[in-house]
């Protein structure tokens, strides 16, 4: 059954024109997009532990330039994956990154907090329509039993993206005012080769031959077929990415309040609690396609929600002690997240739909997710002036809990579910 299974695939890629070698290469083309966008995103935290004091920012201003990127991806993870689904994959990924790289080096001369703001609406536009359309395309160019992994492997560059913009950031911070726009351009110059090699990506052969001609198809075959699918990946990833852009966005801000550190060695310290994300995802990598999608997600979202919970309570109750266990729940919030439902909430919907409406369900996901960051990094920065650090994070641990539930009751298992999947691309979660 297995060998049977295994060859209908090759046979349908044969079929298809996809070469496994130049599927490689395209993920890794792929990959490269998702690096530079999440390095962006923890770039500008960094910006943001010194731009308080260079400009004299008011918090509320101070959140709207974290928030700005994540306003931009909600429009930019919608209107791309529709796009990609009405017009084609290629030239949605090559136009994102040319947009990328000119607001984002206009982002690193901004004059002031206005201008920052705007830009940052544009990168966060481009980005979100990045990710909208990468992953469906990933969904349509790897075989059925590898591509969870394969897709996982390629999210590892989401983690070394941070981690590398964490060490950038500690690294100009200490030079002097303006290396807060070393950190923001170091994005734009490390986008030209992607940029220059994206022209070798090669459009989905899955979606041309099954594209629905006018939106209107596209909304009323997602209607009919996918309604459940849409509202639970919407949901799983908004209550996830409440927590995790907000932690990702204030980590340098908050360890910079814990530890009583500046901001060079706010963003070391960034970096290290971060680190832990890469042997997690690592065991994702390895367990994905063993114990399933599902298994996956209610481990992280269980580690990530007592995690935050405990750290909450610590903050609030126990403010001045106990400082290295606050750390070490920090490591491990990050931890659980990475090992799990950072992954798969942007897997399972790139699995989940067919390939003629693939890229406007992911981007309704997305857009739910970005949406969900916007609503952590507002609730945290408007939270703790009034309740403190504890009272933020016990914000983000409740939506934790939220999604833990959400998986729990509407997740179903997943494991090797490709087998049972003959007649299309499609996979239910």
């Known amino acids: 059954m297995g060998d049977e299974i295994m060859s209908e695939e090759l046979n349908y890629q044969a079929a298809n024109g996809i070469n496994n070698r130049d599927s490689r290469t395209q993920m890794i083309i792929l990959g490269s997009g998702i690096f530079i966008a999440t390095f962006d995103l923890a770039a500008i935290s960094i910006a943001m532990l010194v731009l308080k004091g260079i400009w004299h920012l008011s918090p509320i201003t101070v959140t709207l330039i974290g928030a700005a990127a994540l306003i931009g991806a909600i429009f930019g993870g919608f209107l791309g994956g529709l796009l990609a689904d009405k017009f084609g994959r290629k030239g949605i990924l090559f136009l994102d990154f040319v947009g990328y790289f000119f607001a984002s080096s206009l982002s690193a001369i901004s004059p002031n907090a206005y201008w920052l703001i705007f830009f940052r609406l544009i990168v966060g536009f481009v980005i979100g329509a990045d990710f909208a359309v990468s992953f469906p395309l990933m969904a349509e160019i790897r075989p059925r039993k590898t591509r969870g992994r394969d897709m996982a492997m390629v999210m590892m560059t ?153 750290l909450a309570f610590m903050l609030i109750m126990l403010p001045d002690t106990f400082l290295y266990a606050k750390v070490l729940f920090l490591f491990t919030a990050f931890f659980f997240g990475a090992m799990g439902p950072d992954k798969t909430i942007v897997i399972a919907p790139s699995e989940k739909f067919d390939s003629s409406v693939r890229g406007t369900g992911e981007g309704i996901s997305e857009a739910s997710g970005r949406f969900g960051g916007l609503i952590g990094i507002l609730g945290y920065g408007l939270l703790t002036p009034f309740l403190g650090d504890g009272g933020g994070i016990m914000f983000f641990a409740i939506f934790a809990m939220i999604g833990l539930i959400a998986t729990l009751v509407f997740m179903t298992k997943d494991r090797n579910e490709y087998r049972n999947s003959k007649k299309s691309d499609r996979r239910t979660l």
Do not use: C
């Open 158 to 310: 989401a983690n070394f993206g941070m981690v590398l913009a964490y060490g950038i950031g500690g690294f100009f911070l200490g030079i002097n005012n303006n290396g807060w726009r070393y950190v923001l351009v170091s994005g734009a110059v490390l986008s030209i080769p992607i940029l220059i090699i994206r022209s070798r990506i090669k459009e989905s052969e899955s979606w041309k031959e099954k594209r629905h001609h006018t939106i209107g198809n596209i909304f009323r075959y997602l209607r009919q077929n996918h309604t459940g699918d849409v509202i639970f990946s919407s949901v799983a990833w908004f209550s996830y990415q409440v927590g995790d852009q907000g932690l990702s966005i204030f980590l340098p801000i908050l360890l910079s309040s814990l530890l009583f550190i500046g901001p060079s060695d706010a963003s070391y310290s960034s970096l290290i609690i971060k680190s832990v994300t890469i042997p997690a995802a690592i065991i994702t990598v390895l367990l994905i396609e063993r114990i399933g999608r599902r298994s996956l997600q209610l481990w992280g979202f269980l580690g990530r929600t007592l995690s935050l919970f405990f």
